[in-house]
């Protein structure tokens, strides 16, 4: 629910920030400092995994900071950034661990005071290093368990660099754990196959069901792997699998927590529930992690969102957008999930609670939460299509059709609603897991939010807004919401209790957790469902000429969610390279007015810091830089606005 934007909260959250010493986002004008700072790499290039050096000189505060932002990020704010560290005044030595970036481009900013002033900037390359092309086993296994054989590790493709090779034996979830490694494996020639022989005797672990290997070099070693399973290994059918989705609220619970602290109580909360697999909304970066770290888990996170994913089985990345992702489950076999976080306003029941009609709650249900659904309606349905057991989990923001009826209306000021993303959903096939175990929404009301003590109305319209949705092959064995141990029960009588109590709770959501028999499918054939296309919003201006510092007020048509942006660039300049002038978000859908004034963000900040010369306002999609509407070219004269003002003034 909690998606904050306004400026009291933001001055809130750089309150706790600055107690915590978090770096907190200039929201205050800083004077200019002298061109001393200074910083360079000890070298452009790095493998994944590899440390990054920063040498830098001339920082003139104790909170300067160096941090990592992915290189299209021109201009920084506090989600972006990927790693950080104080400098001290001075100068010296910071190193920067890259296990957790991916492969591509990156900048490092020297920021001023703990705030987003840039005093420089250098920029740095990760490369992935290559895992072995190949495994091949030829080798038996015995019914005392001891295996005899050979190994054959082919070498990376177009690699000149790699001779050194490990072993490991593999899980149902990849690397087997809390056994020791099997081998390492040397060639004496570059691209030359590697050959490893099993020592007579060797026991295969319980839970073995595969080789692994990784390429080694210089201490390095792969993020990716080569497998071959092992003898009579045989994939199973069905799996047991068991889907969590948790809104892990982290602006107030990283300004209690700090980092560490938040994630290891997101871990815990993962750990205790038995979840496999977590759709994680309100992502901090560094938060999901580390969480993933202490769990042994792996992450993903989704660039330009507040999403991400933490899986006991590897995540394979398959969809541009990442709408989706496939999890692993069996050697070459996979389930397909996707996480959502819809906005927060308009929020049906409080429109309700204050008096709209269901009619007018339901023409912005259509109007916002179905536009922002567009994406999950088009590609999950079709990968359940192909036999693809598939997952949706999330923080929804929409009550469900199926609790909103008539018996529950004394819960629901006394309406019943056919909530549309949830009855579209069940028209295309997905079935909501809870409501699959617990049928009677009467008898089992149930809420995910407001967790007790975190609410934000009183009476309060307590609801189940967060959901684990399947589809295809998948049978529901259980589900439960897990949360906060009851102390007062609430302030209305749509409070009901967590299904299952924990000792510590730190979310103001409770968390969904459903257990399933999946049959997984081999992803190898897969057709990857295409993105839907996207009607062309336009704008338009009143003139296209303005006085220097001016307001520039747009009117748009067809904006598809209230994520996307218009921003003011220079007209040599494209989106996704250097930060926009001023910008805002769209301010209602799918049309509106908004004006860009010294109250947007962006790279200067105020109007009158955009320099006379020659510049395009453009519409563009989703938090992101994909433009959806014809570029305006305006002009910005060098004749202030004050004085403009002055002049009409006089003529009136």
């Known amino acids: ?80 950034y990927l790693d950080w560290h104080y400098t001290g005044a001075g100068g010296g030595t910071l190193t920067f661990n890259t296990n957790s970036l991916k492969p591509g481009d990156y900048t490092l900013h020297f920021l001023i005071d703990n705030g987003y002033q840039v005093a420089t900037s250098t920029s740095f390359t ?46 149902a979830s990849g690397l087997l754990s809390g056994v020791p490694e ?34 080694k070099h210089e201490g390095l070693q792969s993020q990716s792997f080569a497998r071959a399973l092992l003898p009579g290994y045989v994939t199973p059918d069905e799996v047991d699998l068991t889907v969590m989705s948790f809104n892990i609220w982290q602006g107030p619970v990283k300004s209690k927590y700090g980092v560490d602290g938040a994630a290891q109580h997101i871990a815990n909360a993962i750990r205790e529930s038995g979840a496999d697999v977590a759709g994680i909304q309100e992502t901090d970066r560094n938060i999901v992690i580390k969480a993933a770290q202490l769990l042994g888990f792996h992450a993903a996170i989704k660039a330009n969102s507040d999403l991400s994913l933490i899986s006991k089985y590897p995540i394979i990345e398959v969809d541009e957008a990442n709408d989706y992702y496939l999890i692993e489950v069996v050697p070459d076999k996979a389930v397909a999930i996707g996480n959502i976080h819809l906005s927060s306003s308009p929020y049906g029941p409080y429109d309700i609670q204050d008096g709209k009609t269901v009619e007018e709650v339901l023409k912005k249900e259509n109007m916002f939460h179905m536009t922002e659904m567009k994406s999950m309606f088009n590609k999950l349905p ?41 009855k579209k959903l069940e028209e295309l096939g997905f079935q909501d897991s809870y409501r699959a175990i617990h049928p009677d929404p009467v008898a ?7 967790v007790e003590g975190t609410e ?61 028999t999946v049959t997984p499918r081999s992803y190898n054939d897969l057709e990857l469902p295409k993105d839907p296309e996207i009607d062309k919003a336009t704008i338009s201006l009143e003139k296209t000429v303005f006085a220097h510092g001016e307001p520039i007020t747009v009117s748009y048509k067809g904006a598809q969610s209230l994520t996307d942006w218009i921003g003011i660039y220079k007209k040599d300049e494209s989106p996704g390279g250097p930060a926009s002038q001023k910008w805002d978000y769209v301010s209602s859908l ?56 002055m002049k009409l003034n006089s003529r009136l």
């Open 382 to 422: 079709a990968l359940a299509a192909q036999g693809m057991p598939v997952f949706l989990t999330g923080d929804f923001n929409v009550p469900s059709h199926l609790d909103w009826v008539e018996g529950n209306k004394n819960r629901h000021n006394g309406q019943a609603v056919e909530w549309p993303v949830s």
């Open 444 to 450: 089992k009301p149930t809420m995910t939010w407001a």
């Open 1 to 80: 629910m909690s998606q904050v934007k306004s400026l009291f909260s933001r001055l809130m959250c750089a309150m706790f920030a600055v107690i915590l010493g978090i770096p907190t986002p200039g929201l205050f004008a800083q004077e200019a400092y002298a061109s001393g700072y200074a910083m360079a790499t000890d070298k452009s290039a790095y493998w994944q995994g590899e440390s990054v050096e920063v040498t830098y000189t001339g920082a003139l505060n104790e909170k300067d900071w160096i941090a990592v932002y992915e290189a299209s990020n021109d201009d920084p704010n506090q989600d972006d």
């Open 590 to 645: 799918p049309d509106g007015k908004l004006t860009l004034d010294d109250n947007s963000e962006g790279k200067v900040p105020t109007m009158a810091d955009i320099a006379p010369g020659e510049y395009f306002v453009t519409l563009l999609l989703n938090d992101g830089y994909q433009e959806n509407a014809e570029r305006i070219y305006i002009t910005i004269t060098d004749e202030p606005y004050a004085e403009q003002r």
């Open 456 to 516: 934000w109305r009183n009476p309060e319209m307590y609801d189940r807004i967060d959901y684990v949705y399947n589809s295809g092959p998948v049978v529901v064995k259980d589900s439960q919401v897990y949360g906060e141990k009851q102390v007062v029960g609430g302030n209305s009588n749509s409070f009901t209790k967590s299904d299952v109590e924990l000792d510590t709770w730190v979310s103001d959501h409770r968390a969904v957790v459903s257990t399933f």
């Open 182 to 215: 099997v081998a390492t494996v040397t060639t004496a020639v570059y691209q030359e196959d590697a050959v490893f022989s099993f020592q007579p005797g060797t026991v295969v672990p319980d839970g073995a069901t595969s080789l692994l290997a990784y390429s």
């Open 126 to 171: 990760i490369e992935e290093l290559p895992a072995p092309s190949g495994l091949s086993l030829d080798a038996v296994v015995g019914s005392d368990k001891t295996i005899t054989g050979d190994v054959t590790i082919k070498p990376p493709a177009d690699h000149k660099i790699i001779q050194n090779y490990k072993l490991y034996w593999g899980g």
